[in-house]
């Protein structure tokens, strides 16, 4: 069996993946860049690792650079496979959104803490063809986390005129049309604040793949409900050049805070209940894995649950 290992030759424990309009970060200096393979297929680009303030950090544009592939394209398995391969154990996702509601206006930021999945034609498990998995998914991004990251973006934010709102509820749709105004106005009906096309299914693979995931949503443009101009791709576009400045500054901050209260937290940040997701989440017997599931499911399993590692199936499996 196949033993997957970071090509960096130190570990990287924290991520970001940029969305539509963030296809680099600026202050990553002293950068490498690695094209890296896993068994779900290749990332959506190469994955730059470098240093922010003495921290190791990745990057990964979700779309590819240039902006190649579209919501559904997206190989969002082997992107966070390939992450986990790096020993990252934490990711700060970039996403471009629509509003679904009025108090959340173009140019604002929110923090992602519900997400309503609407999409039906992309894999959105690493648990399937001969090992079963069910993890606990009911707070889909990590409160801890995201507080250290609310904090940290508060206080880089550029005053007046920006707006932060500490917690919204995003529907991931299909795509890559926009919504109709009847699919718009139930979304907004059920609750939602936000709508996109990549938070949820990136989301639930960070979950089954035990990492921290916070998201950072770009509101770029009022979705279709509203009789205010929407959905416009010429005002889309403005307002992504604008995100896009605003996430070379965010990051930065966010990873550096983070860094900081890890150095100073008396583990308490390891109690994410992200880290321990699949403790009890497996079903399927040790017994019953076959060597291919095995060779597939190495990168995630290898280190933690090596008893679906062995035929023996001994249970060798440790917290953190």
């Known amino acids: 069996m196949s033993t997957y290992s970071s090509p960096h030759p130190v570990p990287v424990r924290f991520a970001v993946i940029g ?7 600026e202050c990553l200096a002293n950068a490498q860049s690695y094209h890296i393979d896993t068994p779900f297929g290749a990332p959506s680009d190469a994955i730059i690792v470098a240093e922010l303030d003495g921290v190791p950090c990745a990057f990964l544009p979700r779309h590819g650079v240039g902006h190649r592939l579209n919501p559904s394209e997206v190989n969002y398995r082997a992107n966070i496979c390939a992450l986990k391969q790096l020993g990252v154990e934490v990711i700060l996702a970039i996403n471009a ?10 140019g604002d930021l929110a923090f992602v803490t519900q997400i309503i999945d609407r999409t ?28 250290l990251a609310l904090e940290a973006t508060a206080a880089v934010l550029p005053p007046p005129g920006q707006t932060l709102h500490p917690s ?4 991931t749709m299909e795509g ?37 995931y916070v998201c950072v949503a770009m509101v770029t443009d009022m ?6 101009p ?41 109690e994410d209940p992200a880290f321990n997701a699949l ?42």
């Not at 919204?168 to 529907?171: E, G, K, N, Q, Y």
């Not at 604040?193 to 949820?200: C, D």
């Not at 979705?223 to 205010?228: G, M």
């Open 168 to 171: 919204a509820t995003a529907v």
């Open 223 to 228: 979705d279709a409900w509203s009789d205010a």
């Open 19 to 25: 969305g539509s309009g963030v296809y680099k970060l």
């Open 176 to 212: 890559p049309c926009f919504s109709t105004r009847a699919e718009s106005l139930r979304n907004k009906a059920q609750g939602a604040h936000l709508i996109g096309m990549t938070t949820a299914t990136e989301a639930k693979l960070a979950r089954e793949a035990e990492l921290a």
């Open 230 to 270: 929407h959905v416009d791709v010429s005002q889309v576009e403005r307002t992504m050049k604008e995100n896009a400045h605003k996430a070379q500054l965010y990051p930065p901050a966010i990873i550096a805070k983070w860094a900081q209260q890890i150095n100073a937290a008396d583990g308490s940040l390891r």
């Open 97 to 106: 959104v629509g509003s679904l509601d009025a108090d959340y206006r173009p």
């Open 279 to 320: 403790r009890y989440g497996i079903l399927t017997s040790p017994a019953c894995v076959t060597d291919d599931v095995r060779a597939r499911m190495a990168p995630l399993l290898q280190k933690k649950y090596t008893r679906f590692m062995n035929k023996e199936g001994h249970d060798a499996t440790v917290s953190i």
């Open 120 to 147: 039906v034609a992309r894999p959105s498990t690493f648990f399937e063809r001969g090992i079963v998995a069910h993890v606990d998914f009911a707070h889909p991004t990590s409160a801890i986390y995201t507080a």
